[in-house]
T-cell receptor, first 113, second 115 residues
Framework: NAGVTQTPKFQVLKTGQSMTLQCAQD?????MSWYRQDPGMGLRLIHY???????DQGEVPNGYNVSRSTTEDFPLRLLSAAPSQTSVYFC????????????FGDGTRLSIL | DQQVKQNSPSLSVQEGRISILNCDYT??????FLWYKKYPAEGPTFLIS?????DKNEDGRFTVFLNKSAKHLSLHIVPSQPGDSAVYFC??????????????FGQGTTLQVKP
């Protein structure tokens, strides 16, 4: 049972490049979310999804795009990378997003030069 | 504006003693609170939670206390063990009728338990 799998684990980009961070879960969870973690700021919600075909914005959505075509996958797209997007990105999932705790992947460390 | 605050960036305690991690929040709509533990190079893992209808929840060595009037919660670890050394995040959610599960996290407190 893999849980929540994030790829890649590390990535370096140049300013202006685009890329997709992958997130997959094998627990049949309806709720999935993306967070970024920056020093001294904890985790901040970027986008979330309550089920296939449904997405919504979190606290810091600008510069990011998401889609949810299947229950298992929730990719995060950086449209035009900026140095301010240098961060560690975590994907999480849970059955319904309510009282069930979210399960986190191990993160993608992204550096934008 | 930080809605969930952990004002102590770090805490150091001796093995066997009690660790107390604190968290304050400002949004009175929050009704569900969680603590996550995070080791380096890993994702956060769920530790314990509490609903606003309770003022205490216990799970083994971990107890969370909620003081709604003060908008304050704390995590007690007794006895503390070296393996508890990690970053602890407090998180809050306003479930209400929306039930979207959006979590607001504090900045984290790094706990070091010395042998």
């Amino acid at each position: 049972n893999a849980g929540v799998t994030q790829t890649p684990k590390f990535q370096v980009l140049k300013t202006g490049q685009s890329m997709t961070l992958q997130c997959a879960q094998d627990m049949n969870h309806e709720y999935m979310s993306w967070y970024r973690q920056d020093p001294g700021m904890g985790l901040r919600l970027i986008h979330y999804s309550v089920g296939a075909g449904i997405t919504d914005q979190g606290e810091v959505p600008n510069g990011y795009n998401v889609s949810r075509s299947t229950t298992e996958d929730f990719p995060l797209r950086l449209l035009s990378a900026a140095p301010s997007q240098t961060s560690v990105y975590f994907c999480a999932s849970s059955y319904s997003g309510g009282l069930e705790p979210q399960h986190f992947g191990d993160g993608t460390r992204l550096s934008i030069l | 504006d930080q809605q969930v605050k952990q004002n102590s960036p770090s805490l150091s305690v001796q093995e066997g003693r009690i660790s107390i991690l604190n968290c304050d929040y400002t949004n009175s709509m929050f009704d569900y609170f969680l603590w996550y533990k995070k080791y380096p190079a890993e994702g956060p893992t769920f530790l314990i939670s509490i609903s606003s209808i309770k003022d205490k929840n216990e799970d083994g060595r971990f107890t969370v206390f909620l003081n709604k009037s003060a908008k304050h919660l704390s995590l007690h670890i007794v006895p503390s063990q070296p393996g508890d050394s990690a970053v602890y995040f407090c998180a809050a959610s306003a479930l209400g009728s929306s039930n979207t599960g959006k979590l607001i996290f504090g900045q984290g407190t790094t706990l070091q338990v010395k042998p």
